[in-house]
T-cell receptor, first 113, second 112 residues
Framework: SQTIHQWPATLVQPVGSPLSLECTVE??????LYWYRQAAGRGLQLLFY??????ISSEVPQNLSASRPQDRQFILSSKKLLLSDSGFYLC????????????FGSGTRLTVV | GENVEQHPSTLSVQEGDSAVIKCTYS??????FPWYKQELGKRPQLIID?????GEKKDQRIAVTLNKTAKHFSLHITETQPEDSAVYFC???????????FGAGTRLFVKA
């Protein structure tokens, strides 16, 4: 069966520090991968999506970047965090073809101080 | 791009009553409409979905309806229970689940 792993679960980082969040999927190949951010009490904002290795599409210009170095690995990064980067970051995947609902990772709660 | 509006933002019902959450979407090319439930501090989980070639779908106490002409879709929960308390998100996708856009969420409180 397919599983999605996301880490770390919680992170407190100072302003100006770098960020690296990692997401991996098991039990499937060639998934579509996504990064979403959820601000406190708000909806889910699509940040990046990827349809294949090295293929990244950005939905919102901001202080973050994403990379997909391997088929089932998706990384969210920042060189210098801002206070506004605080939030709940969720990785998700879908299969190819017929599509369907997302399976989300367990999320990373990032607090920038 | 696609935009999804959701209302109400907060909904409080008595246990056993019904709850209805409504959404509208902007892009007539959207063809897949999932609904997610998110409990406090946890990840959203898919609870039901509907595709554009279907007008209604039911799964036990939950049902979704879709009006493509009006670009409206709704979630109906009957016989609500305290464990239904959560945030519910509607969403829309052009690519059958690819690049899904979410509504802002509805916080549902079910009072025992």
């Amino acid at each position: 069966s397919q599983t999605i792993h996301q880490w770390p679960a919680t992170l407190v980082q100072p302003v100006g520090s770098p960020l690296s969040l990692e997401c991996t999927v098991e039990g499937t190949s060639n998934p579509n991968l996504y990064w979403y951010r959820q601000a406190a009490g708000r909806g889910l904002q699509l940040l990046f999506y990827s349809v294949g290795i090295g293929q990244i599409s950005s939905e919102v210009p901001q202080n973050l970047s994403a990379s997909r170095p391997q088929d089932r690995q998706f990384i969210l990064s920042s060189k210098k965090l801002l206070l506004s980067d605080s939030g709940f970051y969720l990785c998700a995947w879908t299969g190819r073809g017929a599509g369907g609902g997302y399976t989300f990772g367990s999320g990373t709660r990032l607090t920038v101080v | 791009g696609e935009n999804v509006e959701q209302h109400p933002s907060t909904l409080s019902v008595q246990e056993g009553d019904s709850a209805v959450i409504k959404c509208t979407y902007s892009d007539s090319a959207s063809n897949y409409f999932p609904w997610y439930k998110q409990e406090l501090g946890k990840r959203p989980q898919l609870i039901i979905d509907i595709r554009s070639n279907v007008g209604e779908k039911k799964d036990q106490r939950i049902a979704v309806t879709l009006n493509k002409t009006a670009k409206h879709f709704s979630l109906h929960i009957t016989e609500t229970q305290p464990e239904d308390s959560a945030v519910y998100f509607c969403a829309a996708s052009i690519g059958g689940g690819f690049k899904t856009i979410f509504g802002a969420g509805t916080r549902l409180f079910v009072k025992a």
